[in-house]
């Protein structure tokens, strides 16, 4: 049948919720800095009590909560958009999280040391599984 490749197979899931439960199933052990990881958009009125879902800040980069994907179904961190969005960005959509550093002090504050990661979105990601990565939706610049 022709040669193997060793490229998985494309698969687009009917909702963020299940790529993002596939996303967790995949993931690698313990978290890299500057290492790529999916994470999906939570509420922080929901989670936190905030006034809003997500804030928009003044140069229009967004202040989101976002659940990371992990082997044990992910964990709470805080982050924001490298630039501002030119697509809208809604609670449950799938991002591109970055980690950057880990602040032991920020970890503290929690009941899982992950929260302390501090990293940055940089993209909007389809629920979509091509070419052995994640189909991109927006890539902010």
Not at 14 to 23: G, K, P, R
Not at 67 to 95: C, M, N, W
Request: aromatic share 10%; net charge negative.
């Amino acid at each position: 049948m022709g040669e193997e490749t060793g490229a998985s197979e494309p698969k687009s899931f009917d909702t963020t919720l299940e790529a993002f439960a596939q996303a967790c199933a995949d993931a690698e052990e313990g978290i890299v800095p500057e290492q790529p990881m999916v994470g999906i958009v939570l509420d922080a009125k929901d989670e936190f009590g905030a006034d809003e879902p997500m804030s928009v800040e003044d140069d229009g980069c967004l202040r989101l909560t976002l659940r990371v994907a992990a082997k044990d179904g992910g964990f709470i961190a805080l982050s924001k958009t490298t630039y501002a969005p030119k697509q809208e960005v809604k609670v449950g959509d799938l991002v591109c999280w970055v980690p950057l550093k880990h602040e032991a002090a920020l970890a503290e504050q929690a009941n899982d040391e992950r929260f302390g990661w501090i990293g940055l979105v940089f993209a909007t990601l389809e629920p979509d599984w091509v070419e052995d990565e994640w189909a991109l939706r927006e890539f902010y610049e």
